[in-house]
């Protein structure tokens, strides 16, 4: 037979036994036929839902959990690759950053200014980057001397002038 239906266990087996085929659930909504659910027998049961799919206790997808506002991975690092861009559009002005709990900075909407704001007591904002290979701080401001600016090397102007020696 190409399908069979079997209990054991108090468990309920849908068997369709022809190579590669599909078990699908179909339905009616108002007065049309619908498809609801294919599992593709050729794609190791890869399931295709019609619409939503509704998961009020949450999803766990490999290690990765998402349930309610809140994405976590169980270990490892994550990443986010998109063909396009990436936009973080917080509605209450603030994007936070945190380690293990803890907000160390901020981005915030001020008046349609971008503030950035290290938000630990005494902990400076650092500028680092690379020139030839070698790792090097650019600008610190040192929140504990009340933001004062340390630039490695020389300051230009916009008009050209400096500050600091010309190389």
Same mark, same amino acid.
């Given at each position: 037979?190409? $399908?069979?239906?079997? *209990?054991?266990?108090? /468990?309920?087996? !849908? ?8 078990? !699908?659930?179909? @339905? ?6 619908? *498809?609801?659910?294919?599992? +593709?027998? =050729? ?8 619409? $939503? #799919?509704?998961?009020?206790?949450? #999803?766990? $997808? ?9 994405? /976590?991975?169980? =270990?490892?690092?994550?990443? $986010? ?9 917080? @509605? ?29 007591? +005494?902990?400076? !904002?650092?500028?680092?980057?690379? /020139?030839?290979? #070698?790792? !090097?701080?650019?600008? *610190? ?25 010309? =190389?």
């Amino acid at each position: 037979s190409a $399908v069979s239906l079997t *209990t054991s266990s108090g /468990d309920i087996t !849908i068997d369709a036994a022809a190579n590669d085929s599909d078990i !699908i659930f179909k @339905g009616t909504d108002n007065t049309a036929d619908i *498809t609801m659910l294919t599992l +593709d027998g =050729s794609e190791a049961g890869a399931a295709s839902f019609n619409g $939503v #799919v509704t998961a009020n206790a949450g #999803v766990v $997808v490999d290690n990765i959990t998402i349930d309610g506002t809140e994405i /976590d991975l169980s =270990s490892g690092d994550l990443t $986010v690759d998109v063909a396009g861009d990436i936009t973080l559009d917080a @509605g209450g002005a603030d994007i936070n950053f945190a380690d293990d709990g803890t907000t160390f900075g901020s981005f915030t909407n001020l008046s349609s200014s971008l503030k950035i704001k290290s938000t630990v007591q +005494d902990k400076d !904002i650092i500028f680092m980057g690379d /020139d030839g290979g #070698v790792e !090097i701080t650019a600008l *610190t401001l040192d929140m504990s001397a009340g933001g004062t600016a340390s630039f490695i090397k020389d300051i230009q102007m916009g008009d050209g002038r400096y500050i600091g020696s010309q =190389s």
